[in-house]
């Protein structure tokens, strides 16, 4: 019987997730990447030094965040090859609201096709004051997934307080998990869910196989601190929230994440995995 040619896009879709079952089969632990708005001025200076720079410091990934979409195809295949040269995995993207909408999903489809990357998150939903407003982002989230689901992609939406702030007596981030498909990932960011009230390690553990990602950022109430502290500085509990994710949570891979910090932005970079290292091991 004749063989049938694949496709560019087919490849591609073919590619990554040969890549990524590859690794996680090859992997013995849980791989810790940054997620580079922790270093989003170094980035925009220069990209390729930047992640060199990450690279150097031993994490195994990155996440790229929304101005990504703007690369030309080149320039996103040269980073891909930057990566796969330095021997990182693109984990995931952060994208706008508007790159999961139908006039764009197939560009970021195929982006994150090129990168190597396995979910497609929403990295925001903006102020939304309603729950019939968040009812809608679980649909907008729904669609990707089905538009994204042929190619091997994932969607997932990331949090900040707003998700985990009750309207009408109930928080929006159980909305989202109520009303998406249990393919999309729930990425934890556990400094904004701290900042809002909430026990990181309750949620995951009421989220079984949902949260697989986790973005370790700490945070502090102490006065002038906040997110300005470095990892294992703050107020997460990471002992239990590390053990709530291998558990019940389905972590597939953390990311580092720090807004800013007394040192430099590599600087803190380093520190934090340094840091995480001591407390999570390996």
Not at 126 to 134: A, C, F
Not at 248 to 269: C, D, I, K, N, P
């Amino acid at each position: 019987m004749p063989s049938t040619p694949l496709s560019r896009r087919s490849f591609l879709a073919l590619s990554a997730m040969l890549t990524w079952a590859f690794t996680t089969r090859a992997s013995t632990s849980i791989p810790v990447g940054l997620e580079l708005y922790s270093v989003r001025e170094t980035l925009k200076k220069d990209p390729e030094a930047a992640l060199r720079a990450v690279a150097q410091m031993g994490y195994e990934g990155v996440e790229f965040y929304a101005p990504y979409f703007d690369w030309t195809e080149p320039q996103t295949k040269q980073i891909r090859k930057l990566l796969d040269d330095l021997g990182m995995r693109c984990f995931s993207t952060h994208n706008d609201e508007s790159y999961l909408r139908p006039q764009s999903i197939d560009r970021a489809r195929d982006m994150n096709l090129i990168l190597g990357s396995k979910y497609v998150v929403l990295a925001s939903a903006g102020q939304k004051t309603s729950l019939t407003e968040w009812r809608s982002v679980a649909d907008t989230l729904n669609s990707a997934a089905e538009k994204l689901k042929p190619a091997g992609l994932k969607a997932g939406y990331h949090n900040h307080q707003l998700e985990f702030t009750p309207i009408e007596g109930q928080r929006p981030i159980e909305i989202l998990a109520k009303q998406t498909k249990p393919s999309v990932m729930l990425q934890l960011d556990v400094g904004t869910c701290l900042e809002a009230g909430s026990d990181p390690a309750a949620w995951i553990r009421s989220s079984p196989g949902r949260i697989r990602s986790i973005h370790c950022k700490d945070w502090s109430p102490d006065a002038g601190k906040g997110y300005t502290v470095l990892f294992g500085e703050g107020a997460a509990d990471w002992k239990n929230i590390f053990a709530a994710a291998e558990g019940a949570g389905g972590v597939e891979y953390y990311l580092v994440e720090q807004e800013g910090s007394r040192f430099s932005e590599l600087e803190t970079a380093r520190r934090c995995l340094q840091a995480f290292r001591e407390k999570h091991g390996g």
